[in-house]
């Protein structure tokens, strides 16, 4: 048997070396893909926000102090910067007896504004690098609240972070946390 003439070994390369170019498109388009369903979602920030309220006795009865836990985690595997963290608590009337559930809006109650402290914390507490797995938390505590019959208190937390290259998060995570004065304890985390 005699070798293949000239021009079929060259139509055998094209259609090899045309073979091996689709199969590498072939193999990229699957790599992209498997990394755009698994790896990339890993790779964006996994901020946790989440905080806890305590109450605590003082020497006066009509009063008692306040402990506004806030804990920042990094469940994610890129690093962040909490640039601050802006606290905001107001005291709202409860309804007294009611016939039937009564419905509070959080949001409606932020938006109005009528908080009796708002404050900005950028230096220590909260504020820092949050490499992957990282996590603190610190109280903010009010050492006298005057008792209420009926009312209610909403503590909130908004942290800023700035991304690995320095990108301002948007919308900054929070947290609420909700409270009949002096006691009770409701969370919306």
């Known amino acids: 048997m005699s070798p293949p003439s000239e021009p079929v070994t060259k139509w055998l390369a094209l259609v090899s070396t045309l073979a091996q170019i689709l199969a590498i498109g072939i193999a990229g388009v699957w790599t992209y893909q498997k990394f755009m369903k698994t790896e990339a979602p890993s790779l964006e920030l ?15 009865a009509d009063q008692c102090k306040a402990n506004f836990i806030v804990y920042v985690a ?23 007896k009611v016939s039937k559930p009564w419905f509070w ?16 914390f950028r230096e220590g ?23 209420a019959d009926s009312g209610l208190i909403l503590f909130s937390a908004a942290v800023a972070l700035r991304d690995s290259k320095g990108n301002v998060v948007t919308p900054p995570p929070f947290t609420d946390y909700w409270d009949e004065t002096c006691g009770g304890g409701y969370s919306d985390r």
Request: hydrophobic share 30%.
């Open 46 to 60: 996994h901020p946790d926000v989440s905080s806890d309220l305590t109450w605590g006795r003082t020497h006066q």
């Open 74 to 96: 990094n469940k994610g595997r890129t690093s962040f910067t909490v640039e601050k963290v802006e606290i905001r608590a107001w005291e709202i009337a409860a309804p007294g």
């Open 105 to 120: 809006d959080v949001e409606k109650v932020k938006a109005q504004g009528n908080y009796f402290f708002d404050e900005e």
């Open 125 to 147: 507490r909260l504020s820092g690098h949050y490499p992957p797995g990282f996590s603190r938390h610190t109280a903010f505590s009010w050492p006298a609240v005057p008792r």
